[in-house]
């Protein structure tokens, strides 16, 4: 079925912010690679300066949802699109001062602009769009889309740029996507009932917060929330730390690929790194077709059972040859970013269109503002064993695992008043 034009309108301003959003996250560890060479410090020290970015990424999401709620979504984007390019230009200057602090100040800023896109876009979606599963699934593809192209265009420039000018480059397409935001037309909630209030709401006083988060938590909701937040853990500290595992094994040292990249330790191995982010958009894909097929909580379920898998698989994979470790890759990308669709159309099923705003604002605090835990201690955890990282992080998605199981055999019924276990979303 064709999308109707408020749909196409929604997807296409919500796909060009959600792709710039993952062009600015996953660049950033491939200037992590360079900060190691250019500052001289330790992994430990880097990763901690880098989750001091990623940190307000997620927990300026539940404020960005109470915001998307008070304000309207295009608005909330708009900011962030000029937010985040306007951070990547201060994190450029942080050159002049020489200094790995000023780095972690443009990082903190960018982490503070961008945390509002996912409640923001994800509410525009759920609220605006009648065929939610398609556009979640392009929605998701144009994030991978960023996802790939961002460290792509990042390591590619910097065969020939100092990081910094790379980092201002890396900043104009977010311009760019502003100005086309400007003339976006659309109407926010043409998909809900009309007792959704279709115009800016008043700002929630503390107690009508309070209020709103206790309901909130104490439906379904809560378990999704957790889960999402061991989603996080695990997503984040592997594609923090990918490149670095990636670099330098002696299953790609036979590669030979534009010599100049060795001035800041960058190898062919970063291009496996996008090569897995490319494959990642098939799983947004497929996962968001199946999502009107498969219930939340058996395709959580299931995707938290393979991630566990391929995370035990990395250390005596990477000892096989480059085949091997290039199969890995492949696959890890495609589940990595398959389970993404399913969370997020989870939240709909399990709350109301009066609180999507505030619903996915907590939603993405657990992914990236508790998931940026695992970067600091995946850093320590990395500087002692490599095994040791990914035991780690399985843990996470064992944890993931359990919980959506717990879903599929009705978990979910244990909360009183709890409408939504059948499955079937609240606004529709």
Known sequence: MALNANDRSIATFTMAAH???????TSIPIFLVVWLAEFDISVALVGVVVALGYAPFGIGALPGGILADKYGPQRLILCCLLGMSLSFVALAGAAVVDSIYAVAVGLVLWGITASVYHPAGLALISTGVDDRGTVFAWHGIAGNVGIALGPFVAATLLIVLDWHVVAAILAVPGFVAALYGLQANFDPVAAVEDDVDAGPDEALSLPELISSTRTLFASAFAIIFVIVAFEGLYYRGMLTYLPEILNGLPATQGIEIAPTLERYDIDPEFYIYVGLLVIGMAGQYVAGKLIDRISPARGLAASFAILTALALAFVPVTGMGLGPLVVLCGVFGFFLFAIQPFYQNAVAVYTGADSRGLSYGYTYLGEFGIGAASIAVGGLVL?????????????FSVAGAVLATGLVFGLDRLYT???TGSGQATDD
């Open 19 to 25: 792709a710039l959003v993952h062009w600015f996250e």
């Open 417 to 419: 008043g709890d409408t």
């Open 383 to 395: 500087g002692i064993s490599e095994t040791g990282f990914f035991l780690t992080i399985a843990t």
